[in-house]
């Protein structure tokens, strides 16, 4: 069992940086594969960054490629979402989530954070 918890979601204008952390708990976080989902009002929650289980694997939704980078520290079970170049299509909610088996976007999530809001303006 691991229980996650997402920070750092807030308010912030077009064209700015916000920096996401999941802090994981248990002794196992090493082992898990980890994404960043979002979901945005009246749209289905999506996929938009993966990480493997020693962050040498990651992948990218093309809308958020070359503007955000997923990252962890397993000493810390901590991953990170750096946030870049913000759009107003950025806004949404943002889950943590963790795999027990396989990484990537085919892979089953099995744990979840709550959220955490992330609310681009112009």
């Known amino acids: 069992q691991v229980q996650l918890v997402e920070s750092g979601g807030g308010l912030v204008q077009a064209g700015g940086s916000l920096r996401l952390s999941c802090a994981a708990s248990?002794?196992?976080?090493?082992?898990?594969?980890m994404a960043w989902f979002r979901q945005a009002p009246g749209k289905e929650r999506e996929l938009i960054s993966a990480?493997?289980?020693?962050?040498?694997?990651?992948y990218y939704l093309d809308s958020v490629k070359g503007r955000f980078t997923i990252s962890r520290e397993n000493a810390k079970n901590t991953v990170y979402l750096q946030m870049n170049s913000l759009k107003l299509e950025d806004t949404a909610v943002y889950y943590c989530a963790a795999a027990t088996r396989g990484w990537g976007p085919n892979s089953a999530y099995n744990y979840w954070g709550q959220g955490t809001q992330v609310t681009v303006s112009s």
């Open positions: 990480i493997s289980w020693n962050g040498g694997l990651t």
């Open positions: 248990g002794r196992t976080f090493s082992s898990y594969a």
